[in-house]
């Protein structure tokens, strides 16, 4: 293989596990939300508690790369799905797969995300019974 064509290989390659890196490139029906990689804007930290995200709402500015913090601080495995309602219906139905974390009692796990346009989401628990109990909070790109 020449060295040119050795070398566009090795890009493409990084470029793609540049883009894989937290979370898929999937926009879970959110047109504000891609996956990310680069440097990150802002730092959100999130608690996971019973069935309850602390804050219940945050705002973020399109345009921006955001770290989610998320620590489970409750004594229930929780998990955190990205997307508009229609996903979140989705993920809860089984019909799609979550875009976020997990995390056991006691551990705190890191999301990126870039948000690209204004927008309405919602991030949700979707551990059995835990969406339906109100398990969920606003996440606005304003």
């Known amino acids: ?9 090795l890009i493409v390659a990084a470029a793609l596990a540049a883009a894989g890196c937290g979370g898929d490139a ?3 029906g959110s047109s504000p939300t891609t996956a ?3 440097p990150v804007d802002q730092t959100v930290e999130i608690r996971m508690v019973d069935l309850a995200f602390k804050p219940d709402a945050i705002t973020v500015k399109a345009g921006t790369t955001v770290r989610f913090v998320f620590k489970n601080d ?3 495995d929780h998990n955190a799905a990205f997307g508009d309602e229609a996903a979140q219906s989705a993920v809860e139905s089984g019909k799609q797969q979550r875009d976020g974390v997990a995390a056991s009692p006691n ?3 890191a999301y990126v995300r870039r948000f690209d346009a204004p927008g309405a989401l919602v991030i949700g628990c979707h551990v059995a019974g835990h969406y339906k109990a109100g398990m969920k909070m606003r996440l606005t790109v304003a």
């Open 26 to 28: 999937k926009t879970n």
């Open 107 to 109: 551990q705190t796990k």
């Open 36 to 38: 990310a990689a680069g």
């Open 74 to 76: 409750g004594s229930l």
């Open 1 to 9: 293989m020449k060295a040119s064509v050795r070398a566009g290989v």
